[in-house]
C-alpha cells in the first residue's frame, strides 16, 4: 500500500473525526438516543409507512438530523473544492451495493456510525463485535475485488 503524501490531509481529518464525535456526544446529550443513521433515517421512513412509533419532538429531531446530513456537502463547497471520486461501477453496481449495506446494517442491529461511532465510544462489546465483522468484510472485499477478480492485480 501507498500513502498519497500530496494529498494527505490529517489535520482535515482531525478535524472531521472531531466534529463528527461532537455532533454524536450532542444528539446523545440533547436526545438520549445514540446517533446511529440506519436508525435515524429508518424510523421516519417506518412512521411514513405505517403507524407513528415516535413522538414529534423525536421526530423532528430525526428530520433536522436528515436535512444536516443532506446540507453538509453543500455547506461544504464554501470552504473548499468537492474532493475528487472515481466510481468504477455502473448504476446497477451502485444499487446492489446499497442494497447489501442496508441488508447487513439492517443483520447487525446498526450501521458503522451507530456501531463504530457511538457504540465504541460507549465501550459496547456487542459495537466491538460488529466492528470488527465490518472491517474484516470490507478486507475481505477489497482483496477478492483487486487481487482475485482483476487481471493482472
Known amino acids: ?12 481529518a482531525l478535524a ?4 463528527i464525535g461532537l455532533a454524536s456526544a450532542l444528539y446523545l446529550l440533547g436526545n438520549g438516543r445514540i446517533a446511529g443513521i440506519i436508525g435515524i433515517v429508518g424510523e421516519p421512513l417506518r412512521a411514513f409507512l405505517g ?17 444536516g446530513l443532506l446540507l453538509a456537502p453543500w ?3 464554501g470552504f473548499a473544492p ?10 446497477l453496481g451502485l444499487v446492489l451495493a446499497g ?8 443483520l447487525g442491529n446498526g450501521c458503522t ?12 462489546l456487542r459495537s466491538l463485535v460488529n466492528v470488527l465483522v465490518f472491517m474484516a468484510a470490507g478486507f475481505a472485499t477489497v482483496f477478492v475485488m483487486r487481487h482475485l477478480l482483476t487481471q493482472g492485480g
Do not use: E
Open 1 to 12: 500500500m501507498n500513502i498519497d503524501w500530496l494529498h494527505f490531509t490529517p489535520w482535515q
Open 16 to 19: 472531521g473525526g472531531l466534529l
Open 51 to 67: 403507524p407513528k412509533a415516535a413522538g414529534a419532538s423525536s421526530q423532528s429531531a430525526r428530520l433536522f438530523f436528515i436535512a
Open 75 to 77: 455547506l461544504w463547497l
Open 82 to 91: 468537492w474532493p475528487q471520486a472515481q466510481v468504477d461501477v455502473g448504476p
Open 99 to 106: 442494497v447489501l449495506v442496508g441488508f447487513g446494517a439492517r
Open 113 to 124: 456510525s451507530g456501531h463504530g461511532v457511538c457504540g465504541l465510544s460507549r465501550l459496547s
